[in-house]
């Protein structure tokens, strides 16, 4: 099966308005770059996202926020976007906060097939609002439910042309368990190589969970918080 797509823009050609999208990276860190910026020439929106954070102000899904095409976010930390407090707080933002931790597991039960699971993680708090709880093992625990996508979009160091991915250290977070939890996942590659150029023992996500690849041309990498020493 060729899995190769000619750009960004036909990688992301077929996903509708009000669509669920899970969107890799760490912060600013392994952003599917050329993917959102598909995404923002498109103009699909009514989206929601599940994603760590929503970019800053004017970068990564910072710029689909400042578009007014995200309906709903996702996140676990939302402190580098002005646009999106703003928005948030005139109501044109739905907004669910979820623990770090928590995330990434509702996410990795999306793709593994797990109904649901009991975490300490939130009780007591808004977090807990409307959830069942349990006593165990002496403690109470809140549940959460899994987390699934119709689309993802990640960015991996290495793609082969099976869809075999390899990514890189911070790029790594949240990235392969979105893999598995949407329904299409469009993964961009900073580099493309043969099927069986890669260390099996480094392959991070299988091919089997990869339906579309699309090499990445140029990578801005931008940085959320320069900070240097004072000369």
């Known amino acids: 099966m060729n899995k190769l797509v000619s750009s960004p823009d036909e ?7 009000g669509t669920t999208l899970m969107s890799g ?18 103009g699909t929106r009514d989206l929601t996202i599940i994603s760590n954070n929503c970019g800053t102000t004017e970068l990564g899904l910072g ?49 593994a097939g797990i109904g649901g699971f009991y975490v300490r993680t939130g009780v007591g708090t808004m977090v807990a609002e409307g959830k069942e709880t349990k006593v165990l093992d002496g403690h109470e625990h809140v549940l959460e439910l899994p987390l699934k996508a ?11 042309t099976y869809g ?4 890189r250290k911070t790029a790594r ?3 392969p368990l979105m893999c598995r939890a949407a329904k299409v996942t469009i993964v961009e590659a900073e580099e493309l190589v043969e099927a069986g150029t890669l260390d099996p023992d480094q392959i991070h996500v299988p091919s089997i969970y990869v339906h579309r690849i699309v090499t990445g ?12 020493r004072p000369r």
């Open 63 to 111: 710029i689909l926020l400042a578009a007014k095409q995200v309906k709903k976010m996702v996140s676990s930390y939302v402190g580098e976007n002005k646009i999106f407090e703003q928005q948030y707080l005139s109501g044109e933002l739905d907004v669910e906060l979820v623990p770090q931790g928590t995330l990434a597991e509702r996410i990795r039960a999306g793709g």
């Open 164 to 167: 075999n991915l390899v990514f």
């Open 11 to 17: 990688a992301v050609a077929d996903i509708p308005d």
């Open 217 to 228: 041309q140029t990578y801005e990498k931008w940085i959320e918080r320069r900070t240097v």
């Open 173 to 175: 977070n949240f990235s």
């Open 150 to 160: 119709d689309f993802a979009i990640v960015r991996a160091w290495k793609a082969d």
């Open 25 to 42: 990276g760490f912060g600013l860190c392994g952003n599917p770059e050329s993917l959102i910026a598909a995404l923002h020439r498109k």
